[in-house]
């Protein structure tokens, strides 16, 4: 499938679909729990960028990368300044400062793996968060100068998320005390 193919098929689709290597994989619905961390993390976020230049977008944007031409729908993405898209659509996002993914069990392994492989493409982006579902713990990936990219993991009700490319901060317990089990 092309690029152009699989944009017209998920354009006119009642589902979404992400898009990798010439194939397009149809996303699942996510759980409770799952739809009301990145709810929660959403709220925080966009409390906390209301005013600024950073915008905060829910899983309905779709994100780009630049060498693999791959289709995402993460479910938090940040921008700051006017947000950058693609051939000047109005659907798809290419200049991210933060990704976030909530984990399920069916797809941690690749958010950790291939999805993460395919985001690093993004000159942009500075910030890959990983919040787990089932445990009080967020994954930071933050981008190095050196182009590396350094994981500190932040777990328990007291720590707290220190964002520095939106200068921002949450509290996991904001994030996960309200949260449905």
Known sequence: ??????????????????????????????????????????????????????????????????????????????????????????DILVSPIVLVEVLSPSTADYDHGTKFAHYREISTLEEYILVHTDAILIEQYTRQNSGNWLLCEHEGMEAVLSLPSIDCSVNLRAVYEDAIK
């Open 1 to 90: 499938m092309t690029e152009e193919e699989y944009l017209k098929f998920d354009r006119a689709a009642e589902y979404k679909s992400e898009f990798v290597g010439g194939e397009m994989y149809a996303m699942s619905g996510g759980r409770l729990r799952h739809a009301d961390l990145a709810s929660l993390f959403l709220i925080e976020l966009h409390r906390q960028l209301k005013g600024r230049k950073c915008r905060v977008f829910n899983s309905d944007v779709r994100v780009r990368t630049p060498k693999s031409a791959s289709y995402f729908y993460p479910d938090l993405s940040v921008v700051c300044g006017d947000p950058q898209t693609f051939k000047d659509s109005d």
